[in-house]
């Protein structure tokens, strides 16, 4: 296994130490719950999609996010650029496919994006990334009628096809690379019902992404985190309000102890 409690835990601190910038161009729904997540964690979030502008962000950017939740004209034409240039100097590249599969025209710019550049880490539900790889996945606008599971295949043609790492977050999360799957069991099933949870993960796979070349160490870090936080965030809420307010202050308090005595990590 190539992610242990304490290399997370070097993560963690590398990126509180270092508040990389995350430059996101993401969608309305979550802007404001994305960024402050990247507060709590350490990282720094630049919430920049005009065209005219991403060129600048890319060049002093760690790592970006590329989220098709709201899409229009103005952010695809931000999106292909940001992902140019970050291709172009090396910036690792974290793309969520969010409702992929719902409409013809969020299909048309997932493979235009897809195409331009392969991400680096490509992370969505499993209905989601199934209809990515191509297959005749069901969705529900945004949500999974998936299992996470039922997307293994479909994460590793994925892989095979572009070269990234592909995460499929679930009730259980797999995390696929070339040659090893990476499983967490961590999680709430409150934080199904707060928006922008999985949006959430992509941001914070971004700041590990940031701070670790090993990318697909990366996400399982990111996975790990995210799980927990939600797990320690929920045993503090009442319901999905509280859990949003306590999911950032967990994060943000988050110890070394936590991850260790927290983590469910296997492998297939």
């Not at 005009?50 to 695809?76: C, H, K, P, R, W």
């Not at 897809?114 to 990334?129: D, K, V």
């Not at 995390?175 to 914070?204: E, F, P, R, S, W």
Request: glycine share 8%.
């Amino acid at each position: 296994m190539t992610a242990t409690p304490q290399s997370i835990w070097n993560d963690i601190e590398q990126i509180r130490l270092q508040s990389p910038l995350v430059q996101s161009i993401t969608n309305f729904v979550v802007m404001n719950n994305t960024a402050n997540a990247l507060l709590a964690l350490g990282a720094s979030p630049a919430m920049v999609h005009a065209e005219e502008e991403v060129d600048d962000f890319i060049a002093i950017a760690s790592a970006l996010v590329i989220n098709i939740g709201t899409l229009d004209q103005n952010f695809v034409a931000g999106m292909k650029r940001a992902m140019r240039k970050a291709h172009e100097l090396g910036k690792p590249v974290v793309f969520d496919p969010v409702g992929v599969g719902a409409t013809k025209y969020r299909n048309e710019v997932s493979r235009e994006l897809m195409a331009l550049a392969a991400p680096t880490i490509i992370r969505g539900n499993a209905s989601e990334i199934m209809a990515l790889a191509g297959l005749n996945a069901q969705t529900k606008g945004v949500d999974s009628v998936h299992g996470s599971s039922a997307a293994l295949d479909s994460a590793r043609q994925l892989n095979a096809d572009f070269g990234s790492i592909v995460v499929v977050s679930g009730a259980e999360d797999y995390i696929v690379g070339a040659d090893q799957v990476a499983t967490i069991g961590n999680g709430h099933a409150m934080m199904t019902k707060v928006t922008g949870m999985g949006c959430t993960a992509t941001a914070l796979t971004a700041a590990f992404a940031a701070v670790n070349t090993n990318y697909f160490q990366a996400a399982v870090h990111s996975m790990a985190v995210m799980g927990i936080t939600g797990e320690l965030a929920a045993q503090r809420s009442l319901g999905p309000g509280s859990l949003q307010l306590n999911f950032l202050d967990t994060l943000y308090q988050l110890t070394q102890q936590d991850v260790s005595a927290n983590l469910k990590l296997g492998q297939l």
